[in-house]
Structure formats: C-alpha cells, structure tokens
C-alpha cells in the first residue's frame, strides 16, 4: 500500500481548493488546509479528525505565511503536494480600476502565493523532495476583456512558476502549473471585486455577456480527481490545462497568435535582434 501523502492546500474552504482537500482525503491522505474561513471546513474536520488539520491563513500577510507554513511541516512531519490556490478576481477594464484594487489583486494572487513558495521551499528541499502545484488560469496565455487583472496576475505567477521549476529541480521538488478553466466556484461572486463601470464601456459588456451567458461551469470535484492523478506522477508535466473545453480553447488561441505571428513575420525579420 502506497503511503499517505501529506497535502498543504490554500483557499481550501470552498470551490477548487475544498474539491482537492476532500479528493486527497479520500483517497487516504492527510490534509494541512488553510484558509482565512475555516467554517466550511466544519464537516470535513469531524469526518477525518486525524487526517485534516485547520490553519487560518492569509496569504497577504508574509510572516504569517512563513509561520502558517512551519505549523503545516509539523503537522505530519512533511509536506508531499503543496497546492497554491488560494486567489480572487478583479472584475472590470482596466481604465475603471483603481490602484487599490489593482494592488489588491497582485497581493493574493500573484504576490501571496510568492510567499508560499518562499515558505515552503526549505522544507521540501530538507526532505529532498516534494510537488508545487501552482494554481493558475487557462487564460494566462493572454488576457480577456474585464478580467485583464486577474490574467496578468496569473500570467505573472505562470512565468514566475517556469523559472521556480528550474531553479528547485536540482533538490528533487517538482512544479507544475495547473491551469483550470471556469468551474462553478464562489470566485465569480464572492471572490469577485467589481469596478465601477463606466457607461462609455456598455456596449463591451453586452458582448462579454452574451459570449460568457450564464452557464456557471462545472462542479469543481470534476476537476479534483485530474489533480489527484496529477499529484502522484513521477515525472509531471511542467503545465497541465484542467478541463476538456478550457483546452480546446487555449489551442485555439495559441493557433491563434502562432498565425499572427507568421503574418507579420517580414517586419519581425527586418530587425536583426
């Protein structure tokens, strides 16, 4: 019988990062899941009292990202899988935004989850092992009219997390970069900031409405059996796109800027950098 892996999960009370503390639960593994709520988690910490350990967390705060992550190492005496997900949205063109709310999105999205991996690396590299999963979007290949924000702040994460792969290797750490598409978590609603819309950009939301519709995506325990398989790989991939539309369409977007890039191809070669 294979051996309980150890889970560290952030953002793990609800959607994604509940779904996969409740795969790896039942597939016989112990879960570390932090969280700023940890009311959700109710129910799971009564099923599995001696499998699931609760920390509160936010990932804002780096000292107490670097304490949180001592506590979660010896909760089980190691950390196998490390599951960065925690994350919010910011919703509305850039124009609209202000600093604050910019600011507030690079903090959880892209500069929170630095401080986890500066957390947690020096307790995988002590063990000589370990597997980052650095949760980011389908969309970091490019960004989508009023939700620019939060692709770049994934997208920033997406080529922090390329170099981190490179630079951990060495100590036996994997990473990959799982990049899910839009699932039916609370990240549209209660993880949502809006800005306050200017009527000059009516006519754009018309269309992302009608584009998007009301289809609130699929039940995130779809996506956790794939993490799962994920997490137990010898040799995973450096990049995995979760959910069978969301990789249709970043193929047809990376077509997509692979044509552009062709078309303009004369002008590219007319500079000899």
Do not use: C
Request: net charge negative.
């Amino acid at each position: 019988m294979a051996t309980a892996r150890v889970w560290f999960i952030t953002g793990a009370s609800r959607g994604l990062g509940r779904a996969y503390a409740e795969a790896a639960l039942a597939a016989g593994d112990r879960v570390v899941a932090a969280a700023r709520d940890l009311g959700p988690l109710d129910d799971l910490a009564a099923a599995h009292p001696d499998r699931l350990v609760r920390l509160t967390l936010d990932v804002r705060d780096r000292a107490e990202v670097h304490a949180v992550a001592d506590r979660a190492a010896e909760a089980f005496g190691r950390l196998d899988v490390v599951v960065n997900n925690a994350g919010t949205m910011l919703l509305g063109m850039v124009e609209e935004a202000t600093e604050e709310q910019i600011r507030a999105q690079f903090d959880v999205n892209f500069f929170g989850a630095v401080w986890v991996v500066q957390a947690v690396v020096p307790h995988l590299r002590a063990q000589g092992s370990g597997h980052i999963l650095q949760v980011t979007t389908m969309g970091t290949g490019g960004g989508v009219a009023s939700a620019g924000f939060y692709a770049a702040s994934k997208s920033a994460l997406d080529s922090l997390s390329q170099a981190l792969a490179m630079e951990v290797a060495p100590f036996g750490i994997k990473v990959t970069i799982v990049q899910p598409g839009g699932y039916g978590t609370d990240l549209f609603t209660r993880g949502t900031t809006q800005t306050t819309p200017r009527p000059e950009y009516e006519p754009v939301r018309a269309r992302l409405a009608e584009m998007w519709g009301e289809d609130a995506g699929p039940d995130p325990s779809t996506a956790a059996p794939v993490v799962l398989e994920l997490a137990g790989l010898d040799e995973p991939p450096l990049r995995l796109i979760v959910g069978a539309a969301s990789y249709d369409m970043v193929q047809q977007m990376d077509r997509a800027r692979t044509e552009e890039y062709r078309a303009w191809e004369h002008l590219s070669r007319r500079a000899p950098g």
